[in-house]
């Protein structure tokens, strides 16, 4: 079965840092991988989307994601964190058209 | 383009009392789902619409949760009796995917409905 695990439950960096969230995965073959953020009282947005065609992704708002075959991993950075980057951040993997399996859900806090 | 339109926005019923959630798609997408987000969780499948047509509803509790989507565009989450467990986000989601497309198909949630039952 596919699945993904993120690693922390919560990161807070300072303002203008670097962002990691980390996500790994687990799947029988090549897995479509996604990372959706939601903000407090607002919809979950696409960030970004692995589907194989490049291992370094770029998405959104300054965000990308590396696969790495060899780690089972995909996880999420920034360069320099904003405070409009506080919210909840998913890693989801496809298990087939539709149909999403959500991790746990990563935190961010931004300290100004 | 208009997003995903859920209402109500928030609602507190007391156990054993019915509650109804209502999703209006983005126009033209013919996938809808709804979606359970328990606090602390990811969101959880619970239905997936095609068209008017259920795809998947393996992980609806049947025995208190409905749904339908009776003209292909609207839909209805249904709750009866609700439970303190069922105290959740439920959200709402929409693409214009059909059977068969790559899995990389993009969705658009709705800001969903948060329901407390007492």
């Known amino acids: 079965a596919q699945s993904v695990t993120q690693l922390d439950s919560h990161v807070s960096v300072s303002e203008g840092t670097p962002v990691l969230l980390r996500c790994n995965y687990s799947?029988?073959?090549?897995?479509?991988l996604f990372w959706y953020v939601q903000h407090p009282n607002k919809g979950l947005q696409l960030l970004l989307k692995y589907t194989s065609a490049a291992t370094l992704v770029k998405g959104i708002n300054g965000f990308e994601a590396e696969f790495k075959k060899s780690e089972t991993s995909f996880h999420l950075t920034k360069p320099s964190a904003h405070m409009s980057d506080a919210a909840e951040y998913f890693c989801?993997?496809?298990?087939?058209?539709?149909?999403?399996?959500f991790g746990t859900g990563t935190r961010l806090t931004i300290i100004p | 383009e208009a997003g995903v339109a859920q209402s109500p926005r928030y609602k507190i019923i007391e156990k054993r009392q019915s509650v109804a959630f209502w999703c209006n798609p983005i126009s033209g997408h013919a996938t809808l789902y709804w979606y359970q987000q328990i606090l602390g969780q990811g969101p959880k499948l619970l239905i997936q619409?095609?068209?008017?047509?259920?795809?998947?509803d393996s992980q609806l509790p049947k025995d208190r949760f409905s749904a339908e989507r009776l003209k292909g565009v609207d839909s209805t989450l249904k709750i009866q009796p609700a439970k303190l467990e069922d105290s959740a986000v439920y959200l709402c989601?929409?693409?214009?995917?059909?059977?068969?497309?790559?899995?990389?198909?993009?969705?658009?949630f709705g800001s969903g409905t948060q329901l407390s039952v007492l």
């Open positions: 989601a929409s693409s214009s995917g059909l059977p068969g497309l790559a899995t990389n198909e993009k969705l658009f």
């Open positions: 799947s029988s073959y090549s897995p479509s």
């Open positions: 619409f095609q068209n008017n047509g259920v795809v998947d």
């Open positions: 989801v993997v496809i298990r087939s058209p539709g149909k999403l399996t």
